[in-house]
Nanobody
Framework: QVQLVESGGGLVQPGGSLRLSCAAS????????MAWYRQSPGKQRELAAS???????NYADSVKGRFTISRDATKNMTYLQMNSLRPEDTAVYYC?????????WGQGTQVTVSS
């Protein structure tokens, strides 16, 4: 079992920045990748960014150049630095831990980009 707790969401103006954090606990040694998904009202959940255990990253085209995913293995933390935020980035952001047998999801944190 893996437990995930996200934090750092909130309200920000267009062009602003936020950093999301995800704290992992439990069976963390079997995690091979971490990811951030997001879901906007009326839309399907989509992958925003992912990072493997060896540090390889992957981004959705819509966030490339603006978002950066990183992890601190010593603290069991994963981060999503979001810059140049746009209203279309408004969504609930979920932290996901991937194991070979299943994925674990956090409870989500709301990000709202609005003036």
């Amino acid at each position: 079992q893996v437990q995930l707790v996200e934090s750092g969401g909130g309200l920000v103006q267009p062009g602003g920045s936020l950093r999301l954090s995800c704290a992992a606990s439990g069976d963390i040694f079997s995690i091979y990748a971490m990811a951030w998904y997001r879901q906007s009202p009326g839309k399907q959940r989509e992958l925003a960014a992912s990072i493997t255990k060896d540090g390889s990253t992957n981004y959705a085209d819509s966030v490339k150049g603006r978002f950066t995913i990183s992890r601190d293995a010593t603290k069991n933390m994963t981060y999503l630095q979001m810059n140049s935020l746009r209203p279309e980035d408004t969504a609930v952001y979920y932290c996901v831990a991937a194991q070979l047998s299943r994925n674990y999801w956090g409870q989500g944190t709301q990000v709202t980009v609005s003036s």
